[in-house]
Structure formats: C-alpha cells, structure tokens
Nanobody, 115 residues
Framework: QVQLVESGGGLVQPGESLRLSCAASRSGFSFETMGWYRQAPGKQREMVATAKRYGSRNYADSVKGRFTLLRDNVKNTVDLQMNSLKFEDTAVYFC?????????WGQGTQVTVSS
C-alpha cells in the first residue's frame, strides 16, 4: 500500500508564500499523475494543480501565475509552491497520485490565510 505523506501547511497572511510537500512512502511507483487538490469549508474538493509524468502541468484558473507545481519523478515527490496567497486559498490541501486507474490521497494539510 502506498501512502502520501504531506507537510508544509500553516497560517500565513495575505500576500505571503507557503510551500507544501508530498512524498510517496514507497519507491518504485511510476505515478502517471501527481498533484494537489483542496477543499474549503462547505465546498467540494477541487483540483489545484496536476502534472502528468512526462507531460505539462495543469492549473486551476484561480491559482495560475501564483502557484507552481514541482514534481520529481525519481523521488516520487510533488511540491506546491504557493505565492501571493489570498483569503480564498484557505482550505485543506490534499496530495493526489494516480497510477493505472488507482487513486491515492494524502491525509490533508490545512492552509489558512488570515490577517
């Protein structure tokens, strides 16, 4: 069984930056897609950014130009660099990985943007 271990959440002020990290607990998996989703209170989980193993990145319109997805296929890690954070970025962020139709989720890490 593969586990996705997340770190890096926290409380920041608007305009500040935060970096989320996610690592797979086992090596040897060639995930086809890795990325991050988020879920704000009272809202559905939504895609933030994903990347195919050897493909382009895909970003939600709301984070384009502010967030950068960094994927390392050798280490099986995926980081999310979040700049210029806004109040509306407040959510629980979940690491995501998919291989051969099987989806794995991290436990979630809280990001709170507040003044």
């Amino acid at each position: 069984q593969v586990q996705l271990v997340e770190s890096g959440g926290g409380l920041v002020q608007p305009g500040e930056s935060l970096r989320l990290s996610c690592a797979a607990s086992r090596s040897g998996f060639s995930f086809e897609t890795m990325g991050w989703y988020r879920q704000a209170p009272g809202k559905q989980r939504e895609m933030v950014a994903t990347a195919k193993r050897y493909g382009s990145r895909n970003y939600a319109d709301s984070v384009k130009g502010r967030f950068t997805l960094l994927r390392d296929n050798v280490k099986n890690t995926v980081d999310l660099q979040m700049n210029s954070l806004k109040f509306e970025d407040t959510a629980v962020y979940f690491c995501y990985a998919e291989v051969s139709g099987t989806v794995y989720w991290g436990q979630g890490t809280q990001v709170t943007v507040s003044s």
